[in-house]
Every structure is written in structure tokens, then in C-alpha cells.
């Protein structure tokens, strides 16, 4: 009778030990307890789009255009870059500029050298342009003119 028990229980132990080794014993985890894993965003292409974004005069310095571009894109603008500026369909300004403008960044400028270009009083259209030698590849290449009626007084 000890014998059998002893048999028994040795073949138990044989029985209980294999199950563990290959794991057919292990506790099941719960979904809920299960590690998430986390979508990662799509990544977005790069792009580079400079735009005009406005054009001014100040008139506390004789009616000067100014004007203002904006970096659209998602990444930094380092580049030279050609600025027209028509006043009534005539050239006015024809200058490189270094541009160094991050995403989302704004730039505003007046136009010329000093004393820079000036309106005498009336109303006057300005057209400006950014990239004119289109050397940037851009996104969108349709927002980098802009034209606007101005009055000095």
C-alpha cells in the first residue's frame, strides 16, 4: 500500500512537472490586463510653402509699403528667395532676400532701401510677389502674390 501510494504520488509529480515545463499550467492573463498598444500617428509628408500674407503702408514713414509673408509649410524655410513689388503694373522692387522663417512663422518687411519705396497720396495697387523665380518647390504655389488697392493720404 505504500508502495502504490508511493508510485501514485511519484507519478503525479512526473505528471505535474511535464505540464509546467510546456506551460500548460501558466495563468491566463485577462484582455483587459494585456498590454495596449498605441497606433502611431501617419506621418505627414514634408512641405514647404512660403505665402504673402499682407501688405501694408505705414504712414508715419511717408506712406512705405511694407509687406508680410508667412512660412505655411511644416518645416523650417532657409533659402534666397526674389521679391517683386509692382506699384499700378510698374516694377518698384526687384530684391533677393535670405529667408529664414520656421513653420507657422510670420515676416514683415518694409520694401527698398532705406528711405524705401513710398506712395505719394492717392490710391495706388500693389502687387507683391514671393519667389518670383519660383525657386522653391512649394505645396502651393498659388498663394505667393498678392495684390491690394492702398491709399496714402
Known amino acids: 500500500m505504500i508502495r502504490r501510494m508511493f508510485v501514485f504520488s511519484a507519478a503525479a509529480f512526473v505528471f505535474l512537472g511535464v505540464g509546467f515545463a510546456f506551460g500548460e499550467f501558466k495563468k491566463a492573463v485577462p484582455e483587459a490586463a494585456a498590454p495596449v498598444q498605441k497606433a502611431r500617428p501617419a ?8 505665402a504673402l500674407f499682407d501688405i501694408t503702408l505705414d504712414k508715419n514713414q511717408n506712406c512705405r509699403i511694407w509687406v508680410s509673408w508667412q512660412n505655411k509649410g511644416n518645416v523650417k524655410i532657409d533659402r534666397v528667395l526674389r521679391e517683386k ?5 510698374m516694377l518698384k522692387d526687384s ?6 522663417l520656421e513653420s507657422g512663422a510670420f515676416f514683415s518687411h518694409g520694401v527698398g532701401a532705406d528711405p524705401g ?3 505719394a497720396p492717392g490710391t495706388w495697387t500693389v502687387t507683391a510677389t514671393i519667389d518670383a523665380d519660383n525657386v522653391l518647390p512649394e505645396s502651393n504655389e ?6 491690394k488697392k492702398l491709399t496714402c493720404p
Do not use: H, R, W, Y
Not at 95 to 100: E, R
Not at 142 to 147: A, F, G, S, V, Y
Open 117 to 119: 519705396i513710398t506712395l
Open 95 to 100: 530684391s533677393m532676400n535670405k529667408i529664414v
Open 85 to 89: 513689388v509692382f506699384v499700378n503694373g
Open 43 to 50: 506621418a505627414q509628408p514634408l512641405n514647404q510653402d512660403i
Open 142 to 147: 498659388e498663394n505667393n502674390t498678392l495684390t
